[in-house]
């Protein structure tokens, strides 16, 4: 994941918005996901934005895209505890998916 | 919908011995990819398939392999099986040019 980073953890209060960032280093990326893992369980394909989009909504889920800086966010509007778990941020490059080494959030009461 | 299925879910080996993991990418799908996940760690890249040919190889050990069959399912063999490939093993499949899905993964234990 040395071409992905974001930060290891974050730790937000029930109901704030969490913002998880990422930057990369491969331009040429086409689609640039976001997964959603839960201890012990599978990868959640949670959304994922286009290179020619520099954001996209979806219900509770922003992500925001700045291609010049080579950074990606999300955005979790009204922070659940469901939430809690580790968000890879997933470009693509040469066509396979490169993750990050994933934002572990804790979500405080 | 359908989408990508991982058998076992589980499974325990020991050391020396072999494993045989399965994927069944969503239908319609051309390519397949096959990833490793260490405890605590980030899914590594393991070995692509287009259209049942190979396309692309990570890092993957040399007692592994991989193909990609007839009906588009894919295989991941793994021999010599040592303590420290046990490890969550993750199928993923895409149309070209679309969004790829992940399976819910295989867990694969040595003892």
Request: charged share 25%; glycine share 6%.
């Amino acid at each position: 994941g040395e071409d992905v980073e974001q930060s290891l953890f974050l730790s937000v209060r029930e109901g704030d918005s969490s913002v998880i960032n990422c930057t990369y280093t491969d331009s040429s990326s086409t689609y640039l996901y976001w997964y959603k893992q839960e201890p012990g369980a599978g990868l959640q394909l949670l959304t994922y934005i286009f290179s020619n989009m520099d954001m996209k909504q979806d219900q509770r889920l922003t992500v925001l895209l700045n291609k010049k800086d080579k950074h990606l966010s999300l955005r979790i509007a009204d922070t659940q505890t469901g939430d809690s778990a580790i968000y890879f941020c997933a470009p693509e490059r040469d066509d396979k998916i490169i993750f990050g080494k994933g934002t572990r959030l804790h979500i405080l009461p | 919908a359908a989408g990508v299925i991982q058998s076992p879910r589980h499974l325990i080996k020991e050391k020396r011995e072999t494993a045989t993991l399965k994927c069944y990418p969503i239908p319609r799908h051309d390519t397949v990819y096959w990833y490793q996940q260490g405890p605590g760690q980030d899914p590594q890249f393991l070995i692509s398939f287009y259209e049942k040919m190979q396309s692309d190889k990570g890092s993957i050990p040399d007692r592994f392999s991989a193909q990609q069959f007839s009906d588009y399912h894919s295989e991941l063999n793994m021999s010599s099986l040592e303590l420290g490939d046990s490890a969550l093993y993750f199928c993923a499949s895409r149309q070209t040019n679309t969004e790829a899905f992940f399976g819910q993964g295989t867990r694969l234990t040595v003892v």
